[in-house]
């Protein structure tokens, strides 16, 4: 699903933009989105974890070439705490569930993936996206999707279109959310 995800990402992200990795854990979707963006743009990467933000500025600093890697600034701390770090943002995805190859009891939780979502949307441009990738498959997984499930199935449709994306024979693979906030 998380080629999936990219794919959906490349027809929004472009260079230049400001993006924001939620919950930028080993590096993958931050190195992603800073090859997108280029020089131009502006990555806010978050993580809770200490171990994740140095992941994932090793990523950056030895697999996207110097000259490209646009202006990056690194929060250890919950995502909730976005709309203190970020103004404005067209692009902000979530990893939702632990750090691979970390500890895994440590997990986003779904009170604070789900003020972290609703600070995304306050953030959020117009014709901006949000994605959320949510693994089901560990314990408290399914509980956090399913709170994202309600607060996104909440939205008023003319403030955003919201597209959910799931494999439909593998019940424990993790299903993606897409909101995209419609302009004016």
């Not at 794919?7 to 090859?35: I, P, Y």
């Not at 110097?66 to 995805?93: D, K, W, Y």
């Not at 403030?159 to 693979?173: C, G, W």
Request: overall charge negative.
């Amino acid at each position: 699903m998380t080629s999936v995800a990219q794919r959906a990402w490349h027809q929004f992200v472009k260079e230049g933009d400001t993006v924001v990795d939620a919950t930028c854990g080993n590096g993958n979707d931050s190195k992603w989105l800073a090859e997108r963006i280029g020089p131009n743009g502006n990555l806010v990467a978050f993580d809770i974890q200490e171990d994740a933000i140095r992941s994932t500025s090793a990523v950056l600093e030895d697999e996207v070439d110097p000259e490209l890697l646009p202006n990056t600034r690194f929060i250890r701390g919950c995502h909730s705490t976005m709309q203190e770090h970020v103004q404005a943002a067209s692009f902000v995805c979530f990893n939702l569930g632990f750090l691979p190859g970390g500890d895994r009891t440590i997990v986003s939780q779904p009170t604070t993936t789900v003020a972290a979502l609703k600070a995304a949307m306050a953030i959020l441009e117009p014709r901006g996206i949000i994605s959320v990738l949510a693994y089901v498959g560990h314990p408290g997984g399914m509980e956090e999707y399913k709170a994202v499930q309600e607060v996104v199935m909440q939205i008023h449709p003319q403030d955003f279109t919201v597209l959910e994306q799931r494999i439909l024979n593998r019940p424990n693979s993790p299903v993606l959310i897409l909101l995209w906030r419609r302009p004016g």
